[in-house]
């Protein structure tokens, strides 16, 4: 562990911009107080300022260190680091570690869930600050003995969670898998604290655009429906489909002794016939669905109103969600400042909010809003070429899969050809991959209808010519559903009725998944495991919260080691890509070194955890002048 510095701060909550108070990235926020103790020494030392501690005093110390160790560490290292251009510390969190410890089962744990857990109830902090917080007083205008006193008693619990989560880590041998991820956490730091720079003025002008559609889109709603309130689910289910209305009428019951009519509101039903007989099963409202699924079917069979309605709700969707929701992110230096979550998935694949850019639209052109904040500057998208797809072939020991992989085969055309008997066009491929990724996660025949469109002949065969060319995919997916039914551990928890069976499954990194059994869905008064989570989690764990993160980790240091961490800057990672901003100069480069180091993943499986990996990895580069306008750049 070498000389490890505990961490940790008290800041002011001024930031006007999104939902957090204290975000480390407003400079108007301070740190009113530092706590800092080196592990074992049992003594804490606190700065204290009303106006602000200077991170330089607390620079210092951690530059004696080899590693720094805090809850949610990403929080008081950005309040540390962000005016600076120092390289980040090695690390250590205790809310990573609790996750990767409970099996991705503990979703943000907080210092008092640990402190209880590690360390006794005895040692919970006094909630006296707490109800300073909540009945308004400021943190540098709490009684600054009050506030170093809950400071140290946080330091030192955390000094003591960190110890005993080595220890627990050590036993289990997830060392190496702990530090890798820790590695990453550190990377996904430094993209906080870089940003991604934003065209506000792109922004504001799509902001018109969509509104004017809107606009045009509801007249012509208008002129084709007259007043349908098609804000409404329950009218537009009544428009298409028809049903049984209630509403309230006032009608005359007689009259009061000084002779005025006496009303009463009565509850009455009217039947509505609608525009189409239905389909689809009434929903649990009453009514039948009218979402996008329904609309497109309809707007397909040539009905105008549908296709308004489908063309209203996108534009309403752009302008509200990723364009006006841009404007709420702004910060005083034109950057947005996207938070990266390393707790909040059962798989531990990252997550992203403020914004969501896992979740990115690649409709309205919204990716062209995110421009690099050079002077001519380039955006670098490198992204890995069908990963969940190696790590399936990996954690299956497809032979077949791993030769088409390594061979440069596109499995997607292969089924397509084992269907169809001839190989398709890119046209024709794009939906049809669709079938792979919805079979891979462990979809059936139903799934594979319902969410491809295909009838019960087309998603028989598909599975099937799959599962023919993929016998060690079917034999992995078989045998994960067996092993878990036979190795399930049986449980009875308090206040749960009836048996609880858990089944934990290991990776080879040495992470570890919970799969619980539910209610069936088609077997009244049993209990299975959902065959998606089965087949999906490890898949996606591997490559998307294993491989991943690791190797933005690595890439960070590689990044460094070069001295271009400055000019090539890490600002995202969407699954299984990474983005730089990049000064004009510098970006083959940095293209250079992110490609090489991002394909040598096999050798850091190896290094770190002993892994031979079988498949080759490819690494696509792109540059262009925002995230949206990029062309495919050639590394020679």
């Known amino acids: 562990m070498g000389n490890t510095l505990v961490l940790d701060l008290e800041t002011t909550m001024d930031c006007p911009v999104g939902n957090n108070k204290a975000n480390p990235m407003w400079i108007g926020n301070k740190i009113i107080a530092a706590g800092l103790m080196y592990a074992g020494s049992h003594r804490v030392t606190t700065h204290y300022s009303k106006t602000g501690v200077g991170a330089d005093i607390i620079l210092e110390e951690i530059d004696k260190s080899s590693l720094v160790v805090g809850h949610n560490i990403k929080f008081d290292l950005l309040y540390i680091y962000r005016l600076t251009s120092n390289i980040l510390p090695r690390i250590w969190d205790t809310q990573l570690a609790a996750y990767i410890l409970s099996g991705q089962r ?18 919970l902090k006094d909630d006296k600050i707490k109800e300073y917080w909540k009945a308004g007083v400021r943190t540098e205008d709490i009684p600054t003995t009050e506030l170093e006193g809950y400071l140290r008693n946080d330091v030192s619990n955390t000094e003591v969670i960190f110890k005993k989560q080595w220890l627990e880590a050590e036993e289990l041998g997830l060392i190496p898998l702990m530090m890798v991820q820790m590695d990453a956490l550190r990377a996904t730091i430094e993209m906080n604290r870089n940003g991604m720079y934003v065209d506000w003025d792109y922004v504001s002008k799509a902001c018109v655009k969509y509104g004017d559609i809107i606009r045009g889109t509801a007249e012509t709603i208008r002129l084709l429906v007259g007043d349908v309130d098609y804000m409404s689910p329950k009218q537009l289910s009544l428009y298409f489909f028809g049903g049984q209305e209630k509403y309230v009428e006032r009608e005359l019951v007689g009259e009061y002794k ?98 969501n850019l896992q979740n990115q639209t690649d409709a309205g052109d919204v990716k062209r809003a995110y421009i690099s904040r050079f002077p001519n500057g380039k955006i670098l998208e490198l992204d890995y070429s069908q990963l969940e797809m190696v790590a399936l072939a990996y954690l299956a020991n497809d032979k077949q899969l791993i030769e088409d992989i390594n061979n440069g085969r596109d499995m ?103 799969f619980k059994k539910y209610a069936s869905d088609y077997k009244a008064g049993e209990l299975t495991f959902s065959p998606t989570e089965l087949k999906n989690w490890p898949i996606q764990g591997f490559a998307t919260g294993d491989v991943v993160p690791m190797m933005v980790g690595i890439l960070l240091r590689k990044l460094e080691e070069a001295g271009l961490s400055r000019k090539a800057l890490l600002v995202m990672t969407v699954h299984d890509s990474v983005l730089l901003d990049t000064e004009e100069d510098v970006c083959y480069d940095a293209a250079c070194i992110a490609k090489d180091t991002l394909e040598k993943a096999p050798l850091y499986l190896k290094q770190y955890f002993n892994i031979d990996f079988p498949c080759q990895l490819k690494v696509g580069v792109d540059v262009g002048t925002t995230w949206q306008d990029k062309t495919a750049l050639e590394i020679k």
């Open 106 to 123: 503990h979703l943000y744990a907080s210092l008092d869930e640990l402190t209880d857990e590690y360390v006794g109830k005895h040692a």
């Open 412 to 514: 997607h055309k292969e089924l397509y050809n084992g269907m169809y008997g001839r190989y398709p066009t890119d046209a024709e491929r794009k939906p049809f991959k669709r079938f792979s990724f919805l079979l891979v996660y462990g979809g059936g025949v139903t799934t594979l209808m319902a969410q491809s469109g295909c009838d019960r002949a087309t998603a028989k065969k598909f599975i099937s010519t799959f599962y023919t060319r993929y016998k060690g995919v079917k034999q992995y997916h078989e045998s994960i559903v067996k092993e878990a039914n036979d190795k399930a551990v049986i449980s009875y928890e308090e206040g749960v009725s009836g048996p609880q069976y858990t089944y934990y499954h290991p990776s080879p990194t040495g992470r570890h998944y919970v």
């Open 258 to 355: 000084n002779g005025n009519p006496k009303y009463k509101n009565v509850d009455k039903v009217r039947t509505v016939k609608g525009k189409y007989i239905p389909s689809i099963e009434v929903g649990k409202s009453g009514y039948y669905s009218v979402d996008d699924a329904v609309l497109k079917g309809l707007s397909s069979s040539g009905d105008l109103f549908a296709a308004q309605l489908l063309v209203m709700r996108d534009a309403k969707k752009i302008k509200e969600t990723y364009y006006e929701g841009l404007n709420d992110l702004r910060f005083p230096d034109n950057n947005i400042y996207p938070n990266l979550n390393h707790c909040s998935t059962k798989t531990g694949r990252l997550s992203a909010t403020n914004p």
